[in-house]
């Protein structure tokens, strides 16, 4: 017999009554019963509600269609044209999708070459900051197609492409680090010294990237590409490049370089070091 709180009796038959259960309590509910049995091995992912997995996927942001992109945004240019001149206002960057471009910019009434650009490369960002002025001009050397992109819609393009973003920053430390191989460069006062020392940095970049032979190394580069490295004119560079074919330090096949001891090159510039060194004490 079940006591209430207080201690009172409760009678026999109001007890059965209150003990048994109703038939509408023995039914189990209708949403347990329609309910199957889960498996502990199933995945939580698996057992989303499949409204939530559809808004899951559907927030994703989508893939830019390179197609789409270039019929909005691409400019396209012949060999020879001028995308933009050095001290124009700039609004535009742009992303190079076919083709090569010249970056050049004038020194003291002379043209000198900054870069040559291939496709995936990004010029003309230095316009984007607040109104700037172009600080090179650029001129294609071949047929080819650029993405002219204003601020906003590289910001929009960065924001919502992760991929898009990593490859831009690459591309400025990459830029970066040719800058600083190129101040190391104009230091050297010998040619043939500016010369091995560009060549030793684009074997080790070569390398770094799984492009080389065992002792070797081999990567495709033009005059004009090496001479704008360089800091000097294509002709002066095809003569050092000769001497360096003739030494068997480096063989030419087409636009690529191929070079097949990067030890002996090393060896050559600590001689041509040397030699500087004792020509500066006489």
């Given at each position: 017999?079940?006591?209430?709180?207080?201690?009172?009796?409760?009678?026999?038959?109001?007890?059965?009554?209150?003990?048994?259960?109703?038939?509408?309590?023995?039914?189990?509910?209708?949403?347990?019963?329609?309910?199957?049995?889960?498996?502990?091995?199933?995945?939580?992912?698996?057992?989303?509600?499949?409204?939530?997995?559809?808004?899951?996927?559907?927030?994703?942001?989508?893939?830019?269609?390179?197609?789409?992109?270039?019929?909005?945004?691409?400019?396209?240019?012949?060999?020879?044209?001028?995308?933009?001149?050095?001290?124009?206002?700039?609004?535009?960057?742009?992303?190079?999708?076919?083709?090569?471009?010249?970056?050049?910019?004038?020194?003291?009434?002379?043209?000198?070459?900054?870069?040559?650009?291939?496709?995936?490369?990004?010029?003309?960002?230095?316009?984007?900051?607040?109104?700037?002025?172009?600080?090179?001009?650029?001129?294609a050397l071949s047929r080819g197609v650029a993405l002219a992109l204003d601020q906003g819609t590289l910001q929009n393009l960065v924001e919502r492409?992760?991929?898009?973003?990593?490859?831009?920053?690459?591309?400025?430390?990459?830029?970066?680090?040719?800058?600083?191989?190129?101040?190391?460069?104009?230091?050297?006062?010998?040619?043939?010294?500016?010369?091995?020392?560009?060549?030793?940095?684009?074997?080790?970049?070569?390398?770094?990237?799984?492009?080389a032979a065992s002792n070797g190394a081999s990567f495709a580069i033009s005059p004009m590409e090496l001479s704008t490295r360089v800091g000097l004119?294509?002709?002066?560079?095809?003569?050092?490049?000769?001497?360096?074919?003739?030494?068997?330090?480096?063989?030419?096949?087409?636009?690529?370089?191929?070079?097949?001891?990067?030890?002996?090159?090393?060896?050559?510039?600590?001689?041509?070091?040397?030699?500087?060194?004792?020509?500066?004490?006489?």
């Open positions: 017999m079940i006591s209430s709180p207080e201690g009172d009796g409760v009678a026999p038959d109001a007890e059965r009554e209150a003990s048994s259960p109703s038939d509408a309590e023995r039914a189990p509910p209708p949403a347990a019963a329609a309910e199957p049995a889960r498996s502990p091995s199933v995945p939580a992912a698996s057992r989303e509600e499949p409204a939530a997995l559809s808004a899951r996927v559907e927030s994703a942001e989508p893939v830019p269609d390179p197609e789409r992109l270039r019929a909005r945004f691409g400019r396209p240019f012949e060999a020879g044209d001028v995308i933009f001149r050095e001290g124009e206002p700039g609004t535009e960057a742009y992303l190079l999708e076919e083709g090569r471009v010249r970056l050049i910019k004038k020194v003291r009434g002379a043209e000198r070459s900054l870069m040559v650009l291939k496709p995936g490369d990004l010029f003309g960002e230095s316009a984007l900051l607040g109104g700037a002025a172009r600080s090179s001009t650029a001129i492409n992760p991929a898009v973003a990593m490859r831009i920053i690459k591309q400025l430390v990459g830029r970066l680090r040719d800058a600083e191989d190129q101040i190391e460069i104009m230091m050297l006062t010998d040619t043939q010294s500016k010369v091995v020392n560009a060549l030793l940095k684009l074997a080790q970049q070569s390398r770094a990237t799984g492009g004119d294509v002709d002066t560079v095809k003569r050092a490049v000769q001497q360096l074919r003739e030494g068997q330090y480096l063989r030419v096949a087409d636009e690529r370089l191929e070079i097949p001891d990067i030890e002996a090159l090393r060896r050559l510039f600590g001689l041509l070091g040397l030699k500087d060194e004792i020509r500066g004490e006489q």
